[in-house]
Structures are given as C-alpha cells and as structure tokens.
C-alpha cells in the first residue's frame, strides 16, 4: 500500500534535476544581488532552512517562494521563467502529483485519516516508520526522497504565507493509539501535533473518539480543497493508486461527509486535552 502519495512499487520518483537548476538559479541570483540565505529568507517570509533546502534542489518551492524570490533578486524574470519548468517532484507517486500541484495553490483544505497521521503533521521519524512498515521496504535513497517530499509539503501550513491557507484535519483516535514507530515516535508525535495547534492558528485539528456507532467516514479517507477560483475538488486513495476528483455530485456527497465527520469528531478543545491526555500516558 502507498500513503499519502509517497512512492512504492506503482509510481518510481522522478528526476530532481529541475530542482537542482532551479536551486543554482536562485542562489546565483540571490549572491548577484547581493544577499545572505538570512536576508533572503527575511524578505520573502520563509526560512532560512527553507532557502537553503530549494538551492540545494531539495525542496519544491511553492508560489509565494517563487514571486518573493523574483521580487527580491531585482525582477529579472528569471526565477519565474526556471520555475516553469519545476514539473518533477521526486518522492511523490506518479497519481498524487497533480493533486500536490493543486494542494500549493489552495486556499483551504479538508482532510479525515483512518489509516495515519496526515502527511502535513507528520515528524521525520514518523514519516520514515510509515514507509518502512509496509512492503516493499524502500532503499535508503528512495526512503529519504520520501521522507523529503512529505516533510517539503509542510511549509503549505505556514502562517507567512500570502494570504495564509485554511486547514482541517479530522484523526481517528485508533491511528495515534497505534503508536507506529514505537513509543519514541509516538511520544515526538504527539508533541509536534500539541505543537501544530499551538502555532499555526490557521490549523484546526479534530480527533475522532474510539466510539462512534454512527460514522460517515466508513468509506475510507478523503480530501476536499477550494481553489483560488472558489471550485472545489476531492481526492481519494488506495493501495497503489489515487483518484482526483471533480464532478460536483461526487463533491457534494464528500463535503456532506466531512460537515458530519466535523460534528461527530471532538471538538478541537476537547481534540487537544485528549492529545495531550495521550501524551502524558507514555
């Protein structure tokens, strides 16, 4: 099985080629004008880690990186001329790249997970304990571009960003008392979902309880997104695939899905002194 459209035997990562141009571009650019990775990362609102991770050509940057960029290193058209040809994104399976696409330019975006802890929120060895549990069991190099393209999608969650995206995110109670990876991993896990809530305000976070003897969310895990355009789409996945989703009569039946999900899961106050009930058990 592949989650959270990271590569298995069904979808080979591709090249990060494009990354790797892109990157030298940026850092060429940013010493021509002059500028530290710090004080390019102050002027477009994102990190210093983040900077040096996409010159590096281990990020894909998203739009707002890019428009910063070009703005900061005097208008040249030259980042936004490289970025066009930032297609690849090693580490994502083949079915879930366009919906990554997607996922950069969204102004909101629904999630509920049975399975696992939502890509998003997921820590680095939660991330490598996921793809190790279910076979094949990766290579090193294939295992780390994994770990890389799920660790990269997190800065859609930055509050810096303009204007910053809405998220939700419905668990299911039985994925955290799983405890993938151990009780280490599950503890960092925890700590970092305390966290997430703590720190982006624009992040809202709802456990479903154990108990639900009326679930709407039997069918399995779903996403909806609103584009800048205010259309909305699904997406579904599977073992060893995934299906985007745009028909409005689909659509309809996944939004009533999730409004009940949101009032059958905790509320996200009573979703955060379970989490940290949860934590304080290990």
């Not at 820590?123 to 770990?147: C, K």
């Not at 799983?178 to 720190?199: A, K, W, Y």
């Not at 969310?217 to 299906?243: K, V």
Request: glycine share 8%; hydrophobic share 35%; net charge negative.
């Amino acid at each position: 099985m592949v989650v959270e459209g990271t590569v298995g035997t069904g979808g080979e990562p591709e090249s990060s080629d494009s990354m790797r141009a892109f990157g030298a571009v940026v850092q060429a650019l940013r010493e021509h004008a002059g500028l530290t990775r710090e004080e390019l990362a102050e002027r477009i609102g994102y990190s210093k880690h983040m900077v040096a991770s996409v010159e590096l050509g281990r990020r894909m940057p998203d739009t707002p990186f890019v428009d910063g960029t070009e703005e900061a290193t005097g208008n040249t058209g030259a980042v936004r001329a490289a970025a066009a040809h930032l297609a690849r994104q090693p580490g994502l399976a083949a079915w879930f790249r366009q919906w990554a696409r997607m996922e950069r330019e969204a102004i909101a975006l629904y999630t509920y997970e049975c399975r696992l802890v939502p890509g998003l929120l997921q820590t680095e060895a939660y991330a490598r304990a996921v793809s190790l549990s279910v076979p094949p069991i990766p290579d090193e190099d294939d295992l780390n571009q994994r770990v890389a393209a799920r660790l990269a999608r997190q800065e859609l969650m930055s509050t810096r960003r303009k204007p910053p995206s809405e998220f939700s995110f419905i668990i299911e109670q039985a994925v955290l008392e799983r405890h993938t990876g151990g009780e280490d991993v599950t503890r960092e896990q925890l700590d970092h979902l305390l966290r997430v809530i703590d720190r982006h305000w624009n992040v809202q976070l709802q456990i479903m309880p154990l108990r639900q003897p009326d679930h709407p969310g039997l069918d399995g895990p779903l996403q909806l997104l609103e584009s800048p355009e205010n259309r909305w789409f699904g997406y579904s996945e599977g073992q060893e695939n995934g299906r985007l989703i745009s028909a409005p009569k689909e659509l309809s039946i996944l939004q009533q899905r999730y409004g009940k999900l949101r009032t059958q899961a905790l509320t996200p106050e009573d979703s955060r002194s379970l989490l940290e009930r949860m934590r304080g058990a290990l």
